[in-house]
């Protein structure tokens, strides 16, 4: 079943639940997109990006995603400000890639482990069934245990590991591949 453009879900926010709206993401949602992300750069493994994205990056990188297609950008919103956002992008850019995406999903800090980063991997995954998607893969750095949950629970299974294949904060980390089959 198709999704509406936006929705309104409730996570689990500790013993009160809050609603977020889920819904394509604008341009609009730049400066929070560029904040989220820009907190795992400097805190975590999870991205190998070591210097902040820029506005302009992020601009750019916006200009790829559409309403319909293979390329799809979704945000959790929270009050009018993004607490949240999944995508959809090109594994490789060979043309034989293109049924083939990279799927991905960050969250506020203050917001992780409440049930948006699902809501808005459901939200893509439902729109990629309806796309000329065949496979879904996710790199996750490990260790990485809730993201490797989350995959799992919706389908995603590993598939290979390349091991110690990244350089941040004075180690080597390793990148797990997990694939969804859509066709």
Same mark, same amino acid.
């Given at each position: 079943m198709p999704w509406p453009r936006s929705i309104s879900r409730e996570p689990h926010l500790g013993h009160r639940l809050v609603p977020v709206v889920i819904r394509a993401g604008e341009h609009r949602d730049l400066p929070d997109i560029t904040r989220i992300y820009n907190h795992y750069v400097l805190t975590s493994h999870v991205t190998?990006?070591?210097e902040p994205v820029s506005l302009g990056e992020r601009e750019l990188w916006f200009a790829g995603? +559409?309403?319909? +297609? %293979?390329?799809?950008?979704?945000?959790a919103e929270d009050e009018g %400000?993004?607490?949240?956002?999944?995508?959809?992008?090109?594994? %490789?850019?060979?043309?034989?890639?293109?049924?083939?995406v990279e799927t991905t999903v960050y969250v506020s800090p203050e917001r992780v482990g409440r049930g948006i980063g699902r809501i808005l991997y459901e939200k893509l995954l439902s729109a990629l069934e309806e796309e000329d998607v065949h496979r879904a893969y996710a790199g996750i750095a490990l260790p990485n245990p809730p993201s490797v949950a989350l995959h799992e629970a919706l389908g995603y299974r590993h598939v290979g590991t390349f091991s110690e294949a990244g350089r941040k904060f004075g180690r080597y980390w390793s990148i797990g591949w997990w694939? %969804?089959?859509f066709q």
């Open positions: 190998f990006d070591v995603f +559409g309403p319909r +297609g %293979r390329q799809r950008l979704y945000v %400000r993004s607490v949240g956002y999944a995508t959809s992008t090109p594994i %490789r850019p060979k043309p034989a890639y293109a049924p083939s694939e %969804r089959r």
